[in-house]
């Protein structure tokens, strides 16, 4: 069966560019805001997240936060711009796996999934 990613972003362009980029190989589910990727962590099974730490309302740092506190244990990829290197450093000391820095490069955003996914 085919891994399910969830993507979450509140820039729509980032959205499509990704579920473009992964709907070959995943099966890709979107969101564009943290409270959507917490209701859909809630009720479907999701074997990785790429999550937007600049986000209106509910930033990536607090969607993750939140997620852990459910006791929700799903690998996390954190989606940056530059300039956010203490973020990126915070969520690698909660937990995060690796973290990406936009734009990326289909290829390399291929490659860190995949990485991920053979560690288990
Ligand atoms: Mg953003």
């Given at each position: 069966?085919?891994?399910?990613?969830?993507v979450?972003?509140?820039?729509?362009?980032?959205?499509?560019?990704?579920?473009?980029?992964?709907?070959?190989?995943?099966?890709?589910?979107?969101?564009?805001?943290?409270?959507r990727?917490l209701?859909?962590?809630?009720?479907?099974?999701?074997?990785?997240?790429?999550?937007?730490i600049?986000?209106?309302l509910?930033?990536?740092?607090?969607?993750?936060?939140?997620?852990k506190?459910?006791?929700?244990?799903?690998?996390?990829i954190?989606?940056?711009?530059?300039?956010?290197?203490?973020?990126?450093?915070?969520?690698?000391?909660?937990?995060?796996v690796?973290?990406?820095?936009?734009?990326?490069?289909?290829?390399?955003?291929?490659?860190r999934?995949?990485?991920?996914?053979?560690?288990?």
């Open positions: 069966m085919q891994k399910r990613i969830l979450v972003d509140d820039d729509e362009m980032n959205l499509m560019r990704t579920q473009i980029i992964l709907g070959e190989d995943y099966d890709v589910v979107l969101a564009d805001s943290g409270v990727a209701n859909i962590l809630k009720t479907q099974k999701v074997d990785l997240v790429l999550l937007d600049d986000m209106p509910m930033n990536g740092m607090e969607t993750f936060e939140r997620m506190g459910f006791g929700l244990d799903v690998p996390v954190f989606l940056t711009a530059s300039g956010e290197v203490e973020d990126v450093v915070g969520a690698l000391l909660l937990g995060a690796d973290y990406l820095k936009k734009p990326y490069r289909p290829q390399e955003l291929k490659k999934i995949a990485q991920e996914f053979e560690k288990k």
